[in-house]
């Protein structure tokens, strides 16, 4: 392969090639990249709603236990 592409100038090496394979497996790139982003949002999400249930049984069991009525 690079045999093939030390004839070529450089534009074909550094633009070509690269919006070629940008093309080809663009939908690909695509997908993969809106799981990451998907799985990590939802990740986000589970996080901050653990964290917030934590908060709230801390808070209820802490505000019962200090009960003077």
Do not use: N, T
Request: charged share 10%; proline share 3%; hydrophobic share 65%.
């Amino acid at each position: 392969m690079r045999q093939i592409l030390a004839g070529m100038p450089w534009w074909v090496k550094w633009i070509a090639v690269p919006l070629i394979a940008i093309v080809v497996f663009g939908g690909l790139i695509a997908s993969v990249v809106g799981f990451v982003i998907g799985l990590l949002f939802k990740v986000l999400v589970f996080v901050v709603l653990v964290g917030g249930l934590i908060f709230l049984v801390r808070k209820f069991m802490s505000s019962s236990e200090r009960s003077d009525w």
